[in-house]
């Protein structure tokens, strides 16, 4: 494997969050530990941006930053590693590894600790982070949603470390049958690496979401759900995941420190998960190898709204 690009994309308007622009510190303080000469950036415009009628809140702003993110991937060598921002951040990354494979050749492993799986008229609160995933599928506005080869099929989508769903969200995933690998079954690192060979593919695609932790493990995080997995248990399923695919690309999103010192609290796990996405493999490394126990003994997917109303100041 090619050694990894790292595009850092800032984005905080997809965000729900009234703290949401604790998001450009926590990409910024990634940045600082990446490889300079290996790490380019998108200029995130300032500005929150204007829905323009789609119902996605700042979905001018969001629909510029993928524009620019798409001509950045266009240039860099695979592997690219995004560094968000919020989710919406890694949108033209997932699309550009879609298309720039065969046609259902990548698997997109969403952890995360939510489905991302809105569309806009489920949205409680219009914030484009609970849409992501859906406009990956193909249903979201002119601009963000993808398509023709660009599209991920739902076939091809494993949702992983998923422990709340909104009704809607769960319906959708019952519906279509995505597959959902639950926070306990990271017990077993193969786990992962058997839902994604369901799948039939040959790369993966695999997008963190920090929340898919436990609480416990990491502070940075706006909408934190308990139950979660320990950073064990992320990084040795990537590792297995790794071992067993190639690599189309990878992203790491929704650090939102308070502050600087607690950036770097919580800078020791993010750099283990970074770690196990770009560091070289050993024969075997992590394969098989069965990792501690989570943190709780209940990780179904609780039906309850994670995506909810947004505070005044984000409307």
């Not at 799948?199 to 609480?215: E, F, I, Q, R």
Request: with cysteine; proline share 7%.
């Amino acid at each position: 494997m090619s050694p990894a690009s790292f595009l850092v994309i800032p984005q905080w308007q997809g965000s729900g969050s009234s703290r949401a622009m604790r998001l450009i510190d926590g990409a910024e303080a990634i940045r600082g530990d990446l490889p300079a000469n290996a790490t380019h950036a998108v200029a995130v415009p300032a500005a929150a941006g204007e829905a323009l009628g789609t119902g996605v809140l700042r979905y001018s702003s969001l629909n510029l930053v993928r524009e620019l993110a798409a001509a950045e991937l266009a240039v860099l060598e695979a592997p690219v590693v995004t560094i968000g921002g919020d989710c919406g951040a890694d949108l033209a990354g997932v699309q550009h590894a879609v298309e720039s494979n065969p046609a259902g050749s990548v698997a997109v492993v969403w952890f995360d600790a939510h489905g991302d799986l809105n569309n806009v008229s489920t949205s409680p609160s219009g914030a484009f982070h609970g849409m992501v995933v859906r406009s990956l599928l193909g249903d979201g506005p002119d601009g963000l949603a993808a398509t023709g080869a660009a599209r991920l099929h739902h076939e091809q989508l494993v949702l992983a470390g998923t422990r709340a769903l909104d009704d809607d969200e769960s319906a959708f995933v019952e519906r279509m049958g995505i597959r959902v690998v639950a926070p306990d079954e990271f017990e077993d690192p193969q786990a992962l690496v058997r839902a994604v060979e369901a799948t039939g593919a040959t790369s993966v695609y695999l997008h963190v979401d920090l929340d898919v932790l436990d609480p416990a493990a990491i502070d940075g995080i706006g909408f934190p759900e308990p139950f979660g997995v320990s950073p064990e248990q992320l990084t040795d399923a990537i590792r297995a995941l790794r071992t067993r695919f190639e690599l189309a690309g990878a992203a790491v999103t929704e650090f939102a420190p308070e502050s600087p010192d607690a950036a770097g609290r919580d800078l020791s796990v993010i750099l283990r998960v970074l770690g196990s996405l770009t560091a070289p493999l050993k024969n075997g490394a992590a394969a098989g190898s069965p990792v501690g126990g989570g943190s709780s003994t209940d990780h179904r997917p609780r039906h309850l709204s994670t995506d909810t109303a947004p505070p005044d100041d984000v409307r």
